[in-house]
């Protein structure tokens, strides 16, 4: 391979040399402005020559003025900080049991000759633990205090605390990661399903695999279908429009077959502006997985316009010509992103992930290389059968190695890896923002409000291609990342055996443990019934010497970290597409549907006050018609009829643009969010109103002294004040509206 290591614009193409980097050392995705070190982290044992501590000192994360910062290490903590155990112990082992007070009885006597009856026992050890405490009165009277105090509870008590309980008969590839994680946190699994409810279902594929009423499980309804290569397109396609510069971290995309005209015309007009411009593009098929059907083409005649291409649709994007290289190879990030609540949005990203490799130097596109896979293409699943594949147990080198060994190659480099995080941060909270809006319609249709149902989450893989000048770029999202440890390994023609991969290991039981951490049910219950509780004593809360540690202090510190809402302020202002989406929920009426109707349409129209002279109802009637049935067309979903939520966010922007003309389409559509807002609330506020004048018996105005009179009874003082303020602001917005339009 050479040591040429990193090619980067303005690093030079001699790269990083492998000897002698100790990447052992290095506390990688430093994630942790310089302002915010933590002692003794050691971060200055990972500096080449001749720099400063502050080299690796990752993530003030700041793109010009983001706040974003505070993620540490990227998951490799210093020996000091960690607990002696998990020093101890390989990765994935069951915790120890508890080892008996020292000076004091062992914790239960051996099997075997000379063990005493179980009651004897038990007797032995409150006599030991007598022995062990406080002497006479004093004793006593310690004693009766923990007897008192309602919190406290003996070590046996605390170990026969019920567990979290978790049903993984679904879990399919992630099950030996999952059943590490379970041990190291000493929870209990369900490997074949129970009869009664579990905390958590591990799910390997979607939410519909079972119904379930309770709990929470680690699939969201419509995930799938959400982060489709289509479904993904169209939605920063919109997000795009709205905010150009905001999302130029994804490809420009056509899809195929319905935008073949277009992709076509477009080409064609940029090949005639520049005649020196030679792209080359990429064709995903919108189903496909681990590479299956992806081909590189020059020109949109090479497109196989086959009978596939129609009952397989597919993604044109540009291809990334000049990606950064490691050793001469092309490579991209899997990143894992946690999506731990919906409403309201909460994002982890992992501090580690992974970067696989491709099995031949890279070298630019042309019409001989085209059809080389395993040049071009990064997918695991295709460079495995390459027989340059290496499989290799350090997390620096072979065809698979963590994100932080990668970063501290470039950190010695002197490459900007605290700008990279937070481009990449910023990135990961773009995206999850222009896929919520989708994700929230086929939430309330398989779990509509008022229903029972379970709360969910989801493990998502984010893979993402480093540019030469250091952008991250989008290239898709999965919403059933791999989270299998081991790969096959032939031993003989036919014969494969499973060998388990330390660097799968290393981050992915990680992820999946420190998931389940977050998402413990026993830690709200804890809070809840401490808020509930009386006061205590003094004390009284604490764990007796004796009792069994918990899993939790046994466990390094999270490699989750959050990002949403913790740098909420900094993009809130790009939600517009969630908030058209809660308007389109709105006036959906039956539960459980993800189209709206035309009666639907008109209500939304009528209550918002958005037709007029100018734009009939009649018109309305045919702007529904138009979007509608083209997008039908386009076949996304014929299992309904109606105008799905893509139609309707076209249908509003359309709207948007005839009331403020002179305006950018994101103001126009700011504009027209607020005016519909704000129409709404006046008008729930005067149904309030109507409410408490039909509620209120006529007695009770004889009582305040207020004569009946033939219109509804006034509203409180709070009701007047909030219908004044709505008034107020839609008096704002109406002279906005005559001036805008």
């Known amino acids: 391979m050479g040591t040429e290591g990193i090619e980067q614009a303005g690093m030079g193409t001699e790269g990083i040399e492998q000897a002698g980097m100790g990447t052992e050392a290095v506390e990688p995705a430093g994630l942790e402005p310089a302002g915010l070190r933590t002692a003794g982290t050691g971060t200055e044992g990972i500096e080449p020559a001749g ?67 179980g009651r004897e026992r038990e007797r032995e050890q409150e006599r030991g633990r007598r022995g062990a405490g406080a002497p006479g009165s004093a004793g006593r009277a310690a004693r009766g205090r923990a007897r008192r105090a309602p919190g406290r509870r003996s070590g046996a008590e605390s170990a026969r605390r019920p567990g979290v309980t978790v049903d993984s008969s679904k879990a399919k590839t992630s099950l030996e990661a999952l059943k590490i994680s379970l041990r190291q946190l000493r929870w209990k699994e369900f490997p074949f399903g129970r009869r009664l409810p579990c905390d958590i279902y591990w799910h390997g594929v979607s939410f519909h695999d079972s119904n379930i009423f309770s709990g929470q499980v680690n699939k969201f309804p419509g995930m799938t279908e959400t982060v489709r290569k289509i479904t993904l397109s169209r939605a920063m396609r919109t997000m795009r429009d709205l905010f150009p510069l905001e999302y130029n971290f994804y490809p420009r995309s056509w899809i195929l077959p319905e935008e073949l005209p277009l992709f076509v015309a477009e080409v064609r007009t940029m090949k005639d502006s520049n005649p020196s411009w030679k792209p080359t593009f990429i064709v995903k098929p919108d189903g496909g997985c681990q590479g299956d059907g992806i081909y590189l083409i020059k020109d949109p005649s090479d497109i196989r316009l086959t009978g596939s291409i129609q009952s397989r649709p597919a993604v044109v994007q540009e291809y990334i010509c000049k990606p950064l290289l490691v050793d001469k190879l092309k490579f991209d990030i899997r990143l894992y992103v946690l999506l731990k609540s919906l409403e309201p949005l909460e994002i982890y990203i992992a501090k580690d992930g992974l970067s696989r490799f491709c099995t031949e130097p890279y070298q630019e596109p042309t019409l001989k290389n085209l059809h080389q896979v395993f040049m071009h293409l990064t997918n695991y699943s295709l460079n495995i059968h390459s027989g340059n594949f290496i499989h290799s147990a350090s997390a620096n080198t072979g065809s698979k190695r ?44 398989d779990i509509p409000a008022g229903k ?6 989801q493990i998502l893989g984010f893979d993402i291609l480093l ?45 999946i443990r420190d998931t389940l951490r977050l998402m413990d049910p026993q830690k709200k219950k804890r809070k809840d019934t401490q808020c509930q509780s009386p006061e205590q004593a003094p004390g009284a809360s604490e764990e007796p010497p004796d009792a069994a540690p918990s899993a939790e202090a046994a466990l390094p510190s999270l490699c989750l970290k959050q990002v949403f809402p913790k740098y909420a302020r900094h ?14 929920i709105r006036f959906l009426g039956v539960k459980g549907t993800t189209k709206l109707g035309p009666t639907g349409f008109r209500t939304f129209i009528r209550n918002c006050k958005l ?41 509003f922007f359309c709207l948007a ?15 027209l969010l607020e005016l519909c807002e704000c129409r709404l609330a006046a008008l729930h506020g005067k149904r309030l109103v109507w409410g408490c004048g039909l509620a209120q018996p006529r007695g009770a105005l004889r009582a305040t002294g207020t004569a009946p009179g033939p219109g509804p009874a006034r509203p409180h003082g709070h009701q007047v004040l909030r219908l004044q303020k709505s008034s107020h602001q839609l008096r704002a917005l109406m002279c906005r509206d005559r001036t805008g339009s």
């Open 657 to 671: 643009q005839k009331k403020y003309k002179a305006l950018p389409l994101h103001k126009q559509v700011l504009s």
């Open 571 to 584: 993009f809130s202002y790009l939600r517009l597409v969630d908030r058209v989406a809660a308007l389109f």
């Open 452 to 457: 029972p149902g379970p709360t969910c989450f």
């Open 467 to 511: 540019m030469k000048d250091l952008k991250p770029v989008l290239l898709e999202v999965n919403a059933n990342p791999s989270m299998r440890i081991e790969h096959e390994q032939e031993l003989s023609p036919g014969v494969f055996e499973n060998v388990p991969s330390p660097v799968d290991e290393k981050v992915k039981v990680a992820v």
């Open 611 to 651: 037709s007029n002279s100018n734009f009939s109802m009649a018109a309305v009637d045919i702007l529904y018609i138009d979007i509608t049935r083209r997008w039908n067309s386009m076949g996304i979903d014929h299992k309904e009829s109606g105008m799905c939520l893509q139609a309707f966010v076209e249908a």
């Open 402 to 445: 963590t994100f932080s060994s990668i970063l501290c190659r470039l950190s010695s480099r002197g490459a900007d890896v605290k700008k990279l995080w937070s481009d990449i941060i910023s990135l990961v909270i773009k995206t999850i923002i222009a896929l919520t809006p989708e994700l929230k319609v086929y939430y309330q249709s």
């Open 51 to 117: 720099k400063g501590t502050e080299g690796i000192e990752l993530a003030g994360l700041e793109p010009a003025g983001l706040g974003i910062a505070e993620m540490e290490p990227a998951g490799l903590e210093p020996a000091e900080m960690e607990p002696a155990r998990e020093a101890e112990e390989p990765p994935g082992s069951p915790a120890l049991p508890a080892e008996a007070p020292q000076g004091g009885p062992p914790v239960a006597a051996l099997s075997g000759e000379g063990a005493l009856p």
